[in-house]
């Protein structure tokens, strides 16, 4: 597995994670960014707040930013505090991000962090996923399929 590709094992600390994306979306092709954050950001995190529940990720100058993240003010912090929503830059290889924008642009996918987490050497990463938005049915489909898996096991554990 490449160095840059997201890693299976454990996460550290999980600071905020949009469960909402794997419902809206299908997801094709996932990696770990880093984040450019300020001081005061990283200590707000570290405290576990943050939201990334209605955010996403662009593409400006060749740069790739993440967009409406919420992270509070910190509340030890100064007059050097900084903006909660303020557009955060993503730290990607080159071709990670020219393989995302060309997805972007040509097969109409959009640019969904999964997560906000700290890895083992204590760095803000964020996990950024490629996602096709899906269609009512398909969402009704996905609600079915986990209302079964759910009664599934109720079945099992009753009878077992």
Known sequence: MARNEVNTG???KIVAENRRAR????IEDVVEAGIALAGTEVKALRGGEGSIAESYAE????????????????????RFNHEPKRPRKLLL??????KFHAAV?????????L???????G???????????????????TEKARDWKREAGRLLRDRG
């Open 105 to 113: 642009t040509r097969q109409g996918m959009t640019l969904v962090p």
């Open 23 to 26: 419902y809206e979306y299908y």
């Open 59 to 78: 593409l400006k100058d060749g740069q790739m930013w993440l967009v409406n993240a919420n992270i509070p003010e910190y509340k030890q912090g100064n």
């Open 123 to 141: 760095r803000a990463k964020v996990e950024l996923a490629l996602g096709k938005g899906k269609k009512l049915h398909d969402k009704r489909e």
């Open 115 to 121: 997560m906000i987490y700290f890895n083992d050497r």
């Open 93 to 98: 290889h080159g071709r990670q991000i020219e």
């Open 10 to 12: 454990i996460k550290a």
